[in-house]
Every structure is written in C-alpha cells, then in structure tokens.
C-alpha cells in the first residue's frame, strides 16, 4: 500500500543554522510513529514540514502521494487531509465547542450547517464531550480543551493525523484522559505521527519510534526496542533523563 508520509532527506535551515539535517522517514497508512528526543532537535520542525507551516530548504515531503515541497503544489488540497494538534489548544475562545467544531468544515469542506454539526457532535462524542457541545473553551478543563481540539482535527475526516506534544501543557491529572482518546485513534487505524515526551504512551500505542537528535533520526524501530533496549548511547542517556528526571 502507498506511504502516507514519505521523507526523503529532508534538510531545513533557519538562517545559517541547519535544525533538520537528511531526515528520511516513511509512514505507512494506519501506522502510529512517535517522535522523541531532547528538545531543540528538530521533532516540531519536522511535523511543521508535512504540512507546509515550515517549507523545507531540501529534501521531498510527500503527503498522500503528492509533493508538497513543489512550488506548485495546493497545499490547502493536501492539508484538508491533516489534522494538526498542538501543545496550545488554539480554540477560538468567543465561540462554543460545537462551533469550534464546524468552522472549517463549513468554510473548507462546504458542508451545510446540519452536516457539519452532525460530523461535530459525533466526533464530541468520540472524545467524550457530546454533552459540553455549547460550553465555550473557558468553562472547560485543559484536558477537556484538548480533546476538542482533536474532535475539531477528526471532523475534517483527516487520513493522517500529527500530535507535537498534545498533553505536555496539562496538569498531570488530565493528562491520561487525552492519552486515552489518542489511544483509542490509534487502535480505530488512524496514521498518526506523535511528537510526546509520554513514554509509556510510546511504547504501548506505537508501532515505530523514532529518536531524534540533531536534526537527525539516530534512532528508530519498534516501540519497545528502542525504549527497552536502545542501541544508541544518545537514546539511552535521553530515555534515562525522561523516565527518571533526577538522573544525571
Ligand atoms: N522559526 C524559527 N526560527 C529560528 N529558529 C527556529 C525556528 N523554529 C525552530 N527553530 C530552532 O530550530 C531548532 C529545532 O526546534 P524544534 O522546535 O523543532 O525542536 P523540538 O525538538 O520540537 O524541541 P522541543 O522539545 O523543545 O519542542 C531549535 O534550535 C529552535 O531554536
Ligand atoms: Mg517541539
């Protein structure tokens, strides 16, 4: 079956400074890769690259089978199939959930009012939140907050969808609760690219992990070898920093 995602020596500069240095990765469709590794080392870079929020300076990005690094290329064509859920929720706090929820099915998609809240409501429901349909963002939890911002992703009907960091602007309470939604994506067959420093999340959901560093993949391979059993020196001292803070 075609990739999904398909890198292919992926180079990105600001400046003068490299931060993506020969990136190749390839996801397959239904596959869940998550992305770890020390910040600074290129994983948001790298997911702003599939969806074009960063053009990359060489290299091919090809999303769904089209090139997106082309200078031709409709990006908005591309992007209607990737949900993107970031750290922040950037809900539009003066509108209400269900109106979060169809904005951009109505303005992208063109789905009438009823279509799109139907989809809506059933992706609320998904995550959980049918009954807080006509909350505004500022009556609801973080964690709340979040899994709308994924019911929004979801309602465009994505075939890929990119995590960078989705719970690590939560309190530690409300962290499981979109873990568990992600969880239950990944197991619906969702593609899934997840930038997450929730290393049990990685290595339970995963199929792939990738480690960066550098601006580079040093690492990468089933969830549980390279978590359990790394063969890099650079991810074992990484993953012993992750999943024990005080060590040095
Ligand atoms: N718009 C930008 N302009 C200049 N430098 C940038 C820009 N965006 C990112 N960088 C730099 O690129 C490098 C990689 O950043 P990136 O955000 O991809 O890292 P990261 O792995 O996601 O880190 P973190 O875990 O802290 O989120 C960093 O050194 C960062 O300062
Ligand atoms: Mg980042």
Redesign the pocket.
Known sequence: MNAVVEITDLHKS?GP?E?LRGVDLTVAPGEVVCVI?P????????LRCVNQLEHATAGSVRVLGTEINDPDVDIDAVRQHVGMVFQSFNLFTHQTVLENCTVAQRKVLRRSKAEAEKVALENLARVGLADRAGATPSQLSGGQQQRVAIARALSMDPALMLFD?PTSALDPELVGEVLAVMRELAEGGMTMIV?THEMAFARDVADRVVF?DGGTILEEGPADQVIGTPREPRTREFLDRVLDPTHR
């Open positions: 600001f400074r931060v590794g910040s600074g080392s290129g994983k948001s870079t790298l960091e930038v960066m």
